[in-house]
């Protein structure tokens, strides 16, 4: 093996909404952890996999770092958190502005005892003047002693490649974990049931997301080959939500499997028969054996 061949961890973490999946597919080259302007989008600690001639990258796509309101949000917090340790570099995303919150200044106390490099990535610069960049970098720079700082555009894929540089800059050299084909973790089952979760975000109103969960109740290819049969439920802790994701007539359920379906067509490779049902399971984001059930272990942390 060659002896530059660099490889390791690489843990994404701040707040919620700052683009950190966003920024994660961009670098992988596809979309593997969903996407929403809704916060709580990414519950678990997904692991996607970048192999080049220089090395490989395991990214640690974390749940935003936020005050948490439920044992489902204790549950991301802690996922989040346990990540630090894991990562041999951290990047820390964050979006352009001079106003450091109490969410910001509690992540530079959590990096102080991290000992990692980290990278500040200041994301969506396509949003401000460019004249104002080096006034936010400096206001960072008072709160945390960076490594390196790195204006990107993740959704415009704006200075994205330096920021594989610089992770391959302070990676150790080390051997190649995953196949070089790998490029995640995830189970089909589970990716499946966060597109289905996705499309349901960016359908319903703000309220309900964050309550609703999707399980894979069956997934089975058909023998002819070329077809796959997926039966999934939406669950949801109220009975008006229920409503609202059903819809008049069916409508809004509907909308959620067309696009979660033609998704899953295009990631699959083959045509998808696609049924959603939904259920209420009340308050089940403070209930542990209900959030065992839809995939968040705090043990498996």
Same mark, same amino acid.
């Given at each position: 093996?060659?002896?530059?061949?660099?490889?390791?961890?690489?843990?994404?973490?701040?707040?919620?909404?700052?683009?950190?999946?966003?920024?994660?597919?961009?670098?992988?080259?596809?979309?593997?952890?969903?996407?929403?302007?809704?916060?709580?989008?990414?519950?678990?600690?997904?692991?996607?996999?970048?192999?080049?001639?220089?090395?490989?990258?395991?990214?640690?796509?974390?749940?935003?770092?936020?005050?948490?309101?439920?044992?489902?949000? /204790?549950?991301? &917090? +802690?996922?989040?958190?346990?990540?630090?340790?894991? *990562?041999? $570099? %951290?990047?820390?995303?964050?979006?352009?502005?001079?106003?450091?919150?109490?969410?910001?200044?509690?992540?530079?106390?959590?990096?102080?005892?991290?000992?990692?490099?980290?990278?500040?990535?200041?994301?969506?610069?396509?949003?401000?003047?460019?004249?104002?960049?080096?006034?936010?970098?400096?206001?960072?720079?008072?709160?945390?002693?960076?490594?390196?700082?790195?204006?990107?555009?993740?959704?415009?894929?704006?200075?994205?490649?330096?920021?594989?540089?610089?992770?391959?800059?302070?990676?150790?050299?080390?051997?190649?974990?995953?196949? /070089?084909?790998? &490029? +995640?973790?995830?189970?089909?089952?589970?990716?499946? *049931?966060? $597109? %289905?979760?996705?499309?349901?975000?960016?359908?319903?109103?703000?309220?309900?997301?964050?309550?609703?969960?999707?399980?894979?109740?069956?997934?089975?290819?058909?023998?002819?080959?070329?077809?796959?049969?997926?039966?999934?439920?939406?669950?949801?802790?109220?009975?008006?939500?229920?409503?609202?994701?059903?819809?008049?007539?069916?409508?809004?359920?509907?909308?959620?499997?067309?696009?979660?379906?033609?998704?899953?067509?295009?990631?699959?490779?083959?045509?998808?028969?696609?049924?959603?049902?939904?259920?209420?399971?009340?308050?089940?984001?403070?209930?542990?054996?209900?959030?065992?059930?839809?995939?968040?272990?705090?043990?498996?942390?």
């Amino acid at each position: 093996m060659d002896k530059q061949f660099k490889s390791g961890y690489v843990a994404i973490i701040g707040r919620p909404n700052v683009g950190k999946s966003t920024l994660m597919n961009r670098l992988i080259g596809q979309k593997i952890a969903i996407t929403s302007n809704k916060p709580q989008t990414t519950r678990n600690r997904i692991q996607t996999v970048y192999t080049c001639e220089r090395g490989q990258i395991i990214f640690l796509d974390t749940p935003g770092i936020h005050k948490a309101k439920n044992k489902l949000g /204790e549950y991301m &917090v +802690t996922a989040a958190e346990r990540t630090f340790g894991d *990562a041999d $570099v %951290i990047l820390w995303l964050v979006e352009p502005t001079s106003f450091i919150g109490a969410g910001e200044r509690h992540i530079a106390e959590l990096l102080v005892h991290a000992k990692k490099p980290v990278v500040l990535v200041m994301n969506k610069v396509d949003t401000v003047k460019k004249a104002e960049l080096p006034g936010f970098m400096d206001s960072y720079r008072a709160v945390y002693p960076f490594d390196e700082i790195l204006p990107v555009s993740a959704l415009r894929k704006i200075n994205t490649d330096s920021v594989l540089d610089v992770i391959f800059r302070y990676l150790p050299c080390g051997p190649m974990y995953f196949d /070089e084909d790998t &490029v +995640t973790d995830q189970p089909v089952r589970q990716i499946v *049931a966060e $597109v %289905i979760r996705e499309k349901s975000l960016h359908a319903l109103a703000d309220e309900i997301p964050h309550g609703i969960a999707v399980t894979v109740d069956k997934m089975r290819e058909r023998k002819s080959g070329g077809l796959t049969d997926i039966e999934a439920t939406i669950v949801c802790e109220r009975d008006s939500h229920k409503g609202i994701i059903i819809g008049k007539q069916g409508a809004m359920l509907k909308k959620i499997g067309s696009n979660a379906r033609y998704e899953i067509e295009r990631m699959l490779e083959q045509q998808v028969n696609l049924k959603l049902w939904v259920k209420v399971r009340k308050d089940w984001r403070d209930s542990d054996i209900q959030m065992k059930n839809f995939g968040y272990n705090k043990k498996e942390l």
